[in-house]
């Protein structure tokens, strides 16, 4: 029942028509919970509630389903709004993006030419812009546009996902460049001709490559939910004296307050991701896939 279920959701999170039905009656029926509005100004007030408690954020303008270059330069143009944004508001924020809402799939060139004004506005501002991975299909370009970035940027990171198979040459080659990585399990459905089949797996490469990254002595942001995984890394550390200035915690807006508060109380650096915008659908429909709970949760909204 759960693998139908996340197929389902997955399924979903792809659909063109589902994603224009959402657009029109808006965040209801429990996304808001997971997504911190339509607006900049959402989000921003979002962020500083995080930042009262000690807790840091990224933002994320969402938008995966872009067809156009007009759609794709109003995007960048909102990547550039929220870092102005960031700044004038004087929130602890950094910017996350998916370069697929850039116009990736349109015009690699197009994708780049954003990426480097987005960059330019973040160093002007003294901020930091991370790439997020995306499915399969988008791994080794995004790679190589990363790699080509970091030839005029240091202020830019990319995502390194644990259920591929791919995972450990691919931070043999990012090593060069002191990669700035966020470190998660994977949130995409795979082939298991390319990723690891079985959750167990997945959990011992994941733990492989925060001990990889850390050992490199690169800064690490372990994204995770899975309390095991963050035991692991905080004995890990301790036993290999590496310092609390290294590495962060990354949990999404939304999920396991609790978990994230304590781990403030305990000196830890903790960011949260945190989503804002119209085109909110396929992140929402990921995050119910990824977690049963999520679904009774949003179930139990719309019986309210």
């Not at 921003?44 to 954020?57: E, F, H, Y």
């Not at 004087?90 to 799939?105: E, P, Q």
């Not at 987005?118 to 501002?125: C, F, G, Q």
């Not at 050992?215 to 890990?236: L, P, R």
Request: glycine share 6%.
């Amino acid at each position: 029942m759960e693998l139908m279920m996340r197929n389902i959701f997955q399924s979903l999170g792809k659909s063109r028509a589902a994603n224009r039905l959402a657009k029109k009656y808006g965040l209801r029926f429990g996304a808001a919970r997971f997504v911190a509005g339509e607006t900049i100004q959402q989000s921003i007030n979002a962020v500083r509630g995080l930042n009262q408690d000690g807790r840091v954020a990224t933002l994320d303008h969402l938008g995966e389903f872009v067809f156009s270059v007009e759609e794709a330069l109003e995007s960048a143009a909102m990547c550039i709004q929220t870092l102005d944004a960031i700044a004038e508001s004087g929130v602890r924020s950094n910017l996350s993006l998916k370069m697929t809402s850039l116009g990736l799939d349109i015009s690699r060139d197009l994708c780049v030419s954003s990426m480097k004004r987005i960059l330019e506005r973040a160093r002007m501002h003294g901020n930091f812009v991370r790439i997020d991975m995306e499915d399969y299909a988008h791994c080794q370009v995004s790679l190589d546009i990363y790699r080509e970035l970091r030839q005029e940027y240091e202020n830019v990171g990319i995502v390194i996902q644990a259920y591929l198979f791919r995972t450990l040459k691919d931070m043999d080659d990012l090593h060069e460049l002191g990669a700035n990585l966020r470190l998660v399990k994977g949130a995409y459905k795979e082939s298991p001709e390319v990723a690891f089949p079985e959750k167990s797996a997945v959990d011992e490469n994941y733990k492989v490559i925060i001990q990889k990254h850390l050992m490199n002595g690169h800064y690490t942001a372990v994204a995770s939910h899975d309390e095991a995984i963050i035991h692991f890394t905080k004995q890990f550390v301790s036993e290999n004296n590496i310092g609390k200035d290294q590495f962060e915690f990354q949990m999404l807006y939304g999920i396991c307050e609790d978990l994230q508060k304590q781990l403030v109380k305990e000196g830890y650096r903790v960011r949260i991701y945190v989503p804002y915008g119209v085109d909110w659908f396929g992140y929402f429909m990921r995050r119910l896939a990824e977690r049963p709970a999520n679904v009774w949760f949003v179930l139990k909204n719309m019986f309210k």
